[in-house]
């Protein structure tokens, strides 16, 4: 089995998505283990496009905790180990791997990989991985090890010289993707020039093309056919990451949830529906920068619904109105399922689109439909 291992702050779970279904295009096998799931714990661990059965997770996970096989006792250090059992088990061609948080010291980094791929490194988790970009890079490319091969989105300076640095010293050959070239941009996707190749994807958001150029670039690097890879891109489709959905109101959702995710949103948000009417609803985690968050988006939106995602890990909702009140009528609701209501109801009342983001868990809840 080989391993394809990927960090970075932003698009791991839509690269993984474009990674694994170019090489089930090609014809080979591919699990896929990918964080945190939407709708169901099963969602983190798939083998050729399916999720693992619950009474499977339920039995490795218990083997995992009988012969003490995760690497802390964390749950996602188990869900980890019970992906690696399984895989391997399997025997399946290729793995996927998405790291949770980091990479150094993150429970999937006991591989050895064919390829390392690094998504866009910014801001995130800084209270854990570092303060400045330097900081958060190098616990990034702590995935690399010697003479593994490294494909990396274009990144700001700071982080291009970290990852240059780690490549020199494990001797890992390094690649940054090139330019994309938009070509069309519509509501039932997008089409792009990548080194000259045409290819196409069904995801309207801004950094889509870039993803699908870095899963491009990963699996021609593994010797993946261009017709598998342009199959595989355009069969893909990524949950909740700028998904829009037609209805009453049309929705956009997207898991944004720190301040270079939540400008990309912005950027799509613009180019589709700028003289649309926008209601927002909102929740995100107390470890995020929410007030950045909300400096950028608040002004969008005539209307916000402020809800909690998580009781123990969410921000305090009434510092969210605070914050979004500078911007915008806000009020707060005090679960998903009134927010979700609310949200739609001043939407269908204003004839808006209703966009929600700002967390994951927000984004895949089973009351957003």
Known sequence: MKYIHIAGTNGKGSVAEYISNIILASGASCGCYTSPHLFSPTERIRINGKNITEAMLGSLLKEVDSNNLAVNKTQFAKYTAAAYLWFSRKKIDYAVIETGLGGRLDPTNVIDAQIVVLTPISY????????????????????????TSVVSAQQIDDAKAIIQSHCDKLNAPLSFISDVQITSNTLSGQRFLYNGNAYEITSIGEWQPQNAALAIACTQNI??????????LLSTIVKRRTEYIQGEPPMLIDGAHNTSSISMLLKTIDRHFSNTNKVLLFACMDDKDYASMIDLIGSTFSHVVVVSADIARGADVHKLKKLFSKHSSCEIENDIPSGVKKAKTIARKQDALMVVCGSLYLAGSKFIQ
């Open 124 to 147: 995130d988790h800084t209270k854990i991985l570092g303060n400045s970009i330097q900081e958060i890079a190098a616990e990034k490319c702590g995935i690399i090890k010697s003479n």
């Open 223 to 232: 010797g993946i056919s261009e017709k598998a890879i342009t199959k595989g």
